[in-house]
């Protein structure tokens, strides 16, 4: 009987008989003597029978699952839905899932799922509307970076020189509106536009432009760039149009619509006209909308160009956006290189990487090429170059000009980070013969992404200039906070109809120093899809996220917190109390609490009674989530001994759960992977396990 569990492991002919009864495979094994044990344990019904549903109405025997296994609607599927009350899907409902690369909400597969759920007599647990794993990383982050703008290449119709003086000479204003030094983009000016508090109608507050100069039939864009302290509204009107007051799309969005809304960081307004009158129009820009509001109006960064007028760039790496191409050649070491799909790049389009699997003994042993379309440089003269660079990990690359006898020129070390940084970088030409802009990666093992690579002669009339706009901590509260309304709205108001209770935020507290939130600041390599929330919005940001839940949610949906070590760190436990009680002082409702249990055979029992004694003194509803049991050893080393100590863990646990939390409060327990080997209430062949009995016997509490 040692090792009883190896023969179990072996038998997969009664799998389908312990999953599922009454459906046995068509063929039979022949049972082993130690098989008397296992029939002991497949005597038991369905798990969730044990339940006393007259002392527990509300409660909910859950399993974590994933969605291919139940979807398929297979033996996995039966088990679940005959073992289980409610579901847990594991990933399926996290931001990484749903959220897209533009920000959208794909709720298809989810709604799929749920449906399944529902339709076979489910319930679901929803998780986690905010957690520092599981996220779109990616958008999450690109909500941050700064904002880059880069001055059209052409000529720009609109006179600002008024605004670059220092005054609104040309320019026709109502009251509140004047020209402020370092409060534009990157510290530069700004027309300040205050509206009054009496103000309600768009005129109210109003700046309009000197006349502009337009050819008829032609199409010209129209950019600028507004900000304001508080939530307002705006919109440019027109003097000189066939219909002077469109409905136009703003900022991108995919929808045209009369007015533009601002917030607190900076947003571009980008779009075109065509429809002239004549050869003269104004702009009229209207924010009288709403009351004592302070709009921004970047005076540098605003233009009116002619979309097919001469252009004034002259960037000597025309392929340096990598919109259409790379032009760029490349060798050594087994490197490869290549244009990324869209939205890779530093504002969302492409950009070129290089793959370097090692360091080499050169810098120059891995390299990509460039052949300057207009030949070679002049000689004497100072070029700069400018472009966006990120890495995998941290390394150094050298960029430089070249000739084909591999002389050079070099611009100097660049060092690498794994975040998107601008560089700037200048070096002056000796030789007539610099054909060829060459980047060496040689001292880097990992990908480097490039973007928007601009190579210019000093002192060239070239356009294109670059600003690069940092957004401030309380843009990117703002920011974030705008999200998370679109992120959790979304979700709870579709999802309703299959969700009863939502794990809305999952592991705030920092494990060394539960006072305080997690992190991940200082960690050296954020995993792809981690992503703080609390590091830009403080605590505040579980208060947010409560308030949206209930505001949009279903109201009767019961809305969680959950921690993990809460049995083994008993500090986080009252911690994680203290910050429920924080969350309510500002307005949140919490219901309830969940602890994740993913435990050991040799986990502390005083730990797991004294939390579950502090978390029934909240009065709230209490959860035991992700439920697993781990041996210690892996399953091909497990004894009998081992599978015995984990029966009575499970028993123990639930057994404890049911005395101490007050029979109105046990929302339920969930069996994180309950077919998971070895820490599951079934092998991976679905054959039942001692743990089984002993969690059925808990619930059952006659034995």
């Known amino acids: 009987m040692k090792h009883l569990y190896k023969i179990w492991l072996c038998v997969t002919g009664l799998v389908m008989a312990t999953a599922c009864e009454h459906e046995p495979l068509e063929y039979h094994v022949e049972k082993p003597l130690s098989f008397e044990a296992q029939e002991e344990i497949d005597a038991y019904a369905d798990l969730k029978t044990y339940i006393n549903r007259e002392a527990n109405p509300a409660f909910k025997l859950g399993a974590g699952i994933a969605s291919a296994d139940y979807m398929a609607k297979g033996v996995m599927y039966r088990l679940i839905n005959r073992n289980f009350d409610e579901v847990t899907p594991r990933t399926e409902l996290n931001h990484g899932a749903i959220v897209q690369s533009n920000g959208s909400l794909s709720l298809g597969n989810a709604e799929l799922l749920l449906s399944t759920v529902k339709a076979g007599g ?31 290449a052409y000529v720009n119709s609109l006179n600002l020189s008024g605004l670059a003086s220092g005054t609104l000479q040309g320019w026709t204003a109502t009251n509140g509106v004047s020209v402020v030094e370092n409060e534009g983009m990157g510290g530069g000016k700004a027309v300040k536009l205050v509206s009054g508090n009496g103000a309600s109608q768009p005129q109210d507050l109003q700046l309009v432009s000197p006349e502009i100069t337009v050819v008829p039939g032609k199409e010209y864009e129209v950019i600028c760039y507004i900000k304001s302290d508080k939530p307002g509204e705006g919109r440019i009107a027109f003097e000189g149009l066939n ?20 917030g607190p960081g900076w947003k571009e307004i980008k779009f075109r006209i065509r429809d002239f009158q004549s050869d003269k129009i104004k702009l009229h820009f209207d924010l009288g909308y709403s009351p004592d509001v302070t709009y921004l109006l970047d005076a540098k960064n605003f233009y009116v160009y002619d979309t097919q007028g001469e252009r004034i760039v002259n960037n000597l790496v025309p392929d340096g956006d990598f919109e259409t191409g790379a032009g760029f050649g490349g060798w050594g070491n087994g490197s490869t290189r290549g244009v990324t799909e869209a939205g890779m790049g530093v504002q969302g389009g492409k950009a070129f990487w290089v793959t370097n699997p090692t360091k080499t003994g050169g810098f120059w042993e891995v390299q990509t090429l460039y052949e300057l379309p207009g030949g070679p440089l002049q000689n004497g003269k100072v070029y700069n170059l400018s472009f966006w660079v990120k890495g995998t990990t941290e390394g150094v690359i050298r960029p430089e000009m070249q000739s084909s006898d591999y002389s050079s020129n070099g611009f100097g070390q660049v060092n690498v980070t794994t975040e998107w940084k601008h560089v700037q970088l200048a070096t002056t030409i000796n030789a007539a013969t610099r054909s060829r802009f060459v980047i060496s990666y040689g001292e880097f093992a990992g990908t480097v992404y490039l973007d928007k690579i601009v190579l210019t002669m000093e002192g ?57 939130l997690r992190t991940g600041a200082g960690k050296a390599n954020l995993a792809a899809d981690e992503f703080y929330w609390q590091e830009y919005m403080g605590r505040d940001y579980g208060v947010q996220a409560f308030k949206l839940a209930k505001e949009h949610g279903d109201a009767n949906a019961l809305l969680f917190i959950s921690d993990n070590n809460l049995h083994s760190n008993l500090n986080k436990c009252s911690e994680l109390i203290k910050y429920v009680e924080y969350l309510e002082s500002q307005g949140a409702k919490v219901d309830g609490i969940g602890t994740q249990m993913r435990i050991s055979i040799d986990t502390n029992k005083d730990g797991i009674r004294e939390m579950l004694e ?10 035991i989530s992700e439920f697993e049991v781990a041996l210690g050893v ?6 009998e001994a081992h599978y015995t100590a984990q029966k009575e863990m499970y028993k123990y646990v639930v057994e404890k759960y049911m005395e101490i939390i007050p029979a109105g409060k046990r929302y339920g327990i969930t069996a994180w992977s309950p077919t998971a080997d070895p820490t599951g209430l079934w092998t991976s062949g679905l054959n039942r396990k001692p743990a089984y009995s002993g969690f059925a016997d808990a619930l059952d509490g006659s034995k």
């Not at 219909?243 to 007015?259: I, K, Q, S, Y």
């Not at 974030?480 to 999802?495: A, P, R």
């Not at 299959?498 to 507290?509: G, S």
């Open 122 to 152: 489910g319930a679901v647990y929803g998780q986690s509307l905010t957690w520092h794993l599981n996220q779109n990383a990616a958008y999450l982050k690109g909500l941050l970076t700064p904002l880059i703008v880069e001055s059209p």
């Open 243 to 262: 219909n002077n007051t469109p409905e136009v799309d703003w900022m991108n969005t995919g929808r045209a619509m009369a007015t533009f809304a601002t």
């Open 460 to 516: 060239a009339t070239t356009g294109g200039e670059t600003t690069v706009v940092e957004k401030t901590p309380q843009e990117k509260k703002a920011i974030l906070s705008g999200h998370m309304e679109h992120w959790i709205s979304g979700m709870v108001k579709n999802l309703s109809p299959y969700v009863n209770a939502w794990n809305v935020v999952k592991e705030p507290l920092d494990d060394a120093n539960p006072a305080e």
């Open 614 to 623: 502090l978390l029934a003194a909240t009065g709230k509803h209490v959860r």
């Open 634 to 639: 892996a399953a091909n080393a497990a004894t």
